[in-house]
């Protein structure tokens, strides 16, 4: 099965600082991958996908296949990114259909 | 449109009782997804749905079962409750499988005593 890791539960910057949430998956090829984030008392909703390298919330995602990496990243943390935040690789062959989130790691923002 | 909705937000069940979570979205989406979310564990599948009337298994699908007799509500049910259950339930749906973005419910906090 397709595998995602996050290794940091915890991250914790100052207002201003840069972030980076690691992510990290298990298979090779091109993948289609997304971050879902998960802010307070709200639904977890997608931030942003691979495909369409785009800049959501000042946040950028590259795909590093030699690394089979994608970390999510803000050169300028914000007080309002604190939030839980999802790396989601999808599903292959017999679990097309489906996505592997992965356990998430909570981003506090200090000010 | 409500998007995705979630019947209850809470329960709070006795060990060995049943019950069914319902999930509800007007988008016409085919695909949909219930997840537990435990602390330290993050999002896991229990079974989804690519369509009216399929069913899948997912990571932990042992102790529940589903329905999707209609294309708008996913069941999710607990014949016998126990405290290993004790989560936050979230349903999602999409129109199609991945690529395509997953709506997610507001979420149902169940706990078995």
């Known amino acids: 099965a397709q595998r995602v890791t996050q290794p940091e539960k915890l991250l914790s910057v100052f207002k201003g600082a840069p972030v980076e949430l690691k992510c990290n998956y298990s298979y090779s090829g091109s993948p289609e991958l997304f971050w879902y984030v998960q802010y307070s008392r709200q639904r977890l909703q997608l931030l942003l996908r691979h495909i369409s390298r785009e800049s959501i919330k000042g946040f950028t995602a590259d795909l590093n296949k030699g690394e089979t990496s994608f970390h999510l990243k803000k050169p300028f943390a914000q007080e309002e990114d604190s939030a839980m935040y999802y790396c989601?690789?999808?599903?292959?062959?017999?679990?097309?259909?489906?996505?592997?989130f992965g356990r998430g790691t909570q981003l506090t923002v200090w000010p | 449109n409500a998007g995705v909705t979630q019947t209850p937000k809470f329960r709070v069940l006795k060990t060995g009782q049943s019950m069914t979570l319902l999930c509800a979205q007007d988008?016409?989406?085919?695909?949909m997804y219930w997840y537990r979310q435990d602390p330290g564990m993050g999002l896991r599948l229990i079974h989804y749905s690519v369509g009216e009337g399929t069913t899948a298994k997912g990571e932990v699908p042992d102790g529940y079962n589903v329905s999707r007799l209609k294309k708008q509500n996913f069941l999710l049910g607990l014949e016998s409750a126990a405290p290993s259950q004790t989560s936050v339930y979230f349903c999602a749906s999409s129109y199609t499988g991945p690529p395509d973005t997953q709506y997610f419910g507001p979420g149902t906090r169940l706990t078995v005593l």
């Open positions: 988008m016409n989406h085919e695909y």
């Open positions: 989601a690789p999808p599903g292959r062959g017999s679990t097309l259909g489906r996505l592997y």
